[in-house]
């Protein structure tokens, strides 16, 4: 057990809904980061917050958002959401930048 | 493309032999860092070697770096079938750019009982 939790682990809904993702760091780690993985495009860094702040962006698109509020947890919004959109989406965490990142079980997203 | 690659893709080995698996990249990195994902889980952090280390131990597994050929191999010894799994590089890039670590597509490694 990693310590970082997500909710929830399954979700399937349709074309053009909105969704949103939890992740919950672990104790003490100010930085999260959400990625997204799937087949053909592999894991791709989405963004990352440290303590509140959004601090690096990745291969997020413009109907996706993020934020972290001052407890730490933070949320991974979607929107308009498409058949594309189905992957797994993994939150990590860690105490500083650039070092080890503890990985949550994941969300499963299928867009139908 | 990414940033790391990993070579092979796909490795298959009997239990008790010993797997390679290699990561090259592009650019000057901070540090690279090995993960290990069972299928559908979260990825687990195994081992980080810093820009100015050559190798690392940890354990069954060993972690080489060469800044000069922008590659590492992570060997792990007398593998086991619970070490079937796919192993990814990250590379996490230097201080002045966005931290982020850029993931390989990884190696999927089969451990045969």
């Known amino acids: 057990d990693s310590g970082v939790t997500q909710t929830p682990k399954h979700l399937i809904t349709a074309t053009g809904q909105r969704v949103t993702l939890r992740c919950s760091p672990r104790?003490?780690?100010?930085?999260v980061y959400w990625y997204q993985q799937s087949l053909d495009q592999g894991l791709q860094f989405l963004i990352q917050?440290?303590?509140?702040?959004?601090?690096a962006k990745g291969n997020i698109l413009e109907r996706f958002s993020a934020q972290q509020f001052p407890d730490l947890h933070s949320e991974l919004n979607l929107s308009s959401l498409e058949l594309g959109d189905s992957a797994l989406y993994f939150c990590?965490?860690?105490?500083?930048?650039?070092?080890?990142?503890?990985f949550g079980p994941g969300t499963r997203l299928t867009v139908l | 493309s990414q940033q790391g690659e990993e070579d092979p893709q796909a490795l298959s080995i009997q239990e008790g032999e010993n797997a390679t698996m290699n990561c090259s990249y592009k650019?000057?990195?901070?540090?690279l860092q090995w993960y290990r994902q069972n299928s559908g889980r979260g990825l687990v952090h195994l081992i980080l070697?810093?820009?100015?280390?050559r190798e690392k131990h940890s354990g069954r597994l060993r972690v080489t770096l060469d800044t000069s050929k922008k590659s590492s191999s992570l060997l792990i010894t007398a593998s086991r079938a619970a070490d079937t799994a796919s192993y990814f590089c990250?590379?996490?890039?230097?201080?002045?750019?966005?931290?982020?670590?850029?993931f390989g597509s990884g190696t999927q490694l089969t451990v045969l009982p």
């Open positions: 070697i810093r820009s100015n280390e």
């Open positions: 650019t000057s990195i901070n540090n």
């Open positions: 917050y440290y303590n509140g702040e959004e601090r």
């Open positions: 990250a590379t996490d890039l230097p201080s002045g750019s966005a931290r982020q670590l850029t």
């Open positions: 104790s003490g780690d100010l930085s």
């Open positions: 990590a965490s860690s105490a500083s930048w650039g070092g080890e990142q503890f």
